[in-house]
């Protein structure tokens, strides 16, 4: 038999007590579905979702227990030994789990496959290359450009909002938005960062981190010195060298 692991799949039967991770109460299973394993967790009653496996009488007694340090009642053990078959395991996915007796290995479905093997024969992004250690060359002469936060944007939103108080939070935000694209303001402004010529090279040499207007900083050695440049800068002028 299949161990189950996570980033495998599990068949969850019909009928099976499924947890929501979130707010919520437990419920059936109302079909039997195979879903992707996202982790693998203890519900053992060291942990903090012990007490989810509990009807509502025995979970008062145990939160009675645990808060004045006293033995947990042997009968509320022996329920949860019954319920877990001994295998004090759960088995999370989207939103929900379920305990790992409940479930079965099961393998990907057709459709998790035909993604997996489309991905393999898609060629890798420049972004996707662009790791530690790689080297890139400028294919053409350009002006490289990047974006930084403007200074005058938190200023005029707040005189905005504040103008505008009266009105309800949703429609505040956006008649707040659509004054400031009326009046030309964003949060950043992209500026000249220098010139570059066909033939030069650089190397990334970090991770690259967030930027700007949700763009990636890309840390290199350019020039025998360390820059932080803009991927989206970079990305139209330049071509892998190794």
Same mark, same amino acid.
């Given at each position: ?28 299973? @109302?079909? !039997?579905?195979?879903? $992707?394993?996202?982790? *693998?967790? +203890? /519900? ?45 395991? @759960?088995? !999370?996915?989207?939103? $929900?789990?379920?305990? *790992?007796? +409940? /479930? ?9 496959k035909n993604r997996k093997e489309t991905a393999k024969d898609k060629p890798l992004t420049k972004l996707q290359q662009m790791v ?27 005189? *905005? ?69 803009p991927y989206s800068s970079l990305e139209p002028f330049i071509e892998l060298v190794s």
């Amino acid at each position: 038999m299949s161990e189950i692991q996570q980033g495998g799949y599990i068949r969850v039967p019909k009928g099976t007590t499924v947890y929501p991770t979130g707010d919520g109460v437990q419920s059936q299973s @109302a079909r !039997e579905q195979v879903v $992707k394993v996202k982790r *693998i967790f +203890d /519900v053992d009653v060291k942990s903090d979702s012990f007490y989810l496996l509990l009807p509502d009488d025995m979970r008062l007694r145990y939160f009675e227990a645990s808060g004045g340090n006293r033995t947990i009642d042997p009968d509320i053990l022996e329920f949860t030994d019954r319920l877990t078959r001994g295998d004090y395991r @759960a088995v !999370e996915w989207t939103g $929900k789990w379920a305990l *790992i007796g +409940d /479930v079965q290995h099961a393998e990907a479905p057709a459709s998790a496959k035909n993604r997996k093997e489309t991905a393999k024969d898609k060629p890798l992004t420049k972004l996707q290359q662009m790791v530690r250690g790689s080297v890139w060359r400028f294919t053409q002469d350009a002006e490289l450009r990047y974006k930084v936060g403007n200074p005058a944007y938190a200023g005029v939103r707040d005189d *905005i909002q504040n103008s505008l108080r009266q009105l309800p939070s949703h429609a505040r935000t956006l008649a707040v938005e659509e004054k400031l694209n009326e009046l030309g303001i964003v949060d950043f402004i992209d500026q000249p960062w220098g010139r570059v010529k066909a033939g030069e090279t650089f190397t990334v040499i970090g991770k690259l981190t967030s930027g700007y207007a949700g763009g990636q900083d890309v840390p290199t050695m350019f020039r025998g010195e360390r820059f932080t440049l803009p991927y989206s800068s970079l990305e139209p002028f330049i071509e892998l060298v190794s």
